[in-house]
């Protein structure tokens, strides 16, 4: 079974400019998440998605991010613009379902902003 | 609000002996609680996971944690520690009206030879 895939694998962008992030869930897996990990933390959730729909986005800063899940599938999150502080590992989690689940992790993009 | 403490951000141990990480949650109801390690990258892995059965709970590779409600603890033990198991180690508490995870801080563990 494939696991979550992500990409860009790593990014580096300017203060100000914009990026993209790409994640392909578990096949099957209703439920995807956006994580951000800064260096030293755990991962913080952004914004959870069940199937097309934004279940949870409240730690998201709707100001310069924004996160899309078209038909239910992959997902993409989005950066603009990119502020210092936005440095670093953005990972992308897939479940079955929603709940205290077993979630399923990609590789992660690592992020930095000069 | 849920929350867990992982109280040494960096271990280590010598190859052959035992592993003990340690982690404190704060819940308002009976929480389900979670191991996960991150290898140099990699994705996260689940090691292991409480969900109010039985409060010994074994997970994969050696590793098990027994959930303490008393001392609302749930620390992660293994017997011999191998130099595989070098890596960055989180404990997680569910929360939120999704049950979404919350994760502490990391611990990293060292294995010397």
């Known amino acids: 079974e494939a696991g979550v895939a992500q990409s860009p694998r790593y990014k580096i962008i300017e203060k100000r400019q914009s990026v993209a992030f790409w994640c392909n869930p578990i096949s099957g897996h209703a439920t995807l998440y956006w994580y951000q990990q800064i260096l030293g933390q755990g991962p913080k959730l952004l914004i959870q998605?069940?199937?097309?729909?934004?279940?949870?986005d409240s730690q998201l800063p709707k100001d310069r991010f924004s996160a899309e899940r078209l038909k239910g599938v992959d997902s993409t999150l989005k950066i603009q613009p990119a502020k210092l502080e936005d440095s670093a590992v953005y990972l992308c989690?897939?479940?079955?379902?929603?709940?205290?689940?077993?979630?399923?992790f990609g590789p992660g993009t690592r992020l930095t902003v000069t | 609000a849920q929350s867990v403490t992982q109280l040494d951000s960096h271990v280590s141990v010598s190859e052959g002996t035992p592993v003990l990480l340690r982690c404190n949650y704060s819940?308002?109801?009976?929480?389900?609680l979670f191991w996960y390690v991150q290898h140099p990258n990699k994705g996260l892995q689940l090691l292991l996971k409480?969900?109010?059965?039985?409060?010994l709970v074994k997970g994969i590779n050696g590793f098990e944690a027994e959930f303490k409600k008393s001392e609302t603890s749930f620390h992660l033990t293994k017997p011999s520690a191998h130099m595989s198991d070098a890596a960055e180690y989180f404990c997680v508490v569910t929360g939120g009206s999704q049950g979404n995870l919350i994760f502490g801080k990391g611990t990293k563990l060292s294995v010397k030879p």
């Open positions: 409480y969900t109010s059965a039985a409060t």
């Open positions: 819940s308002s109801y009976s929480p389900s």
């Open positions: 998605f069940q199937n097309n729909g934004v279940v949870d």
């Open positions: 989690a897939s479940s079955l379902v929603s709940g205290p689940y077993e979630q399923y």
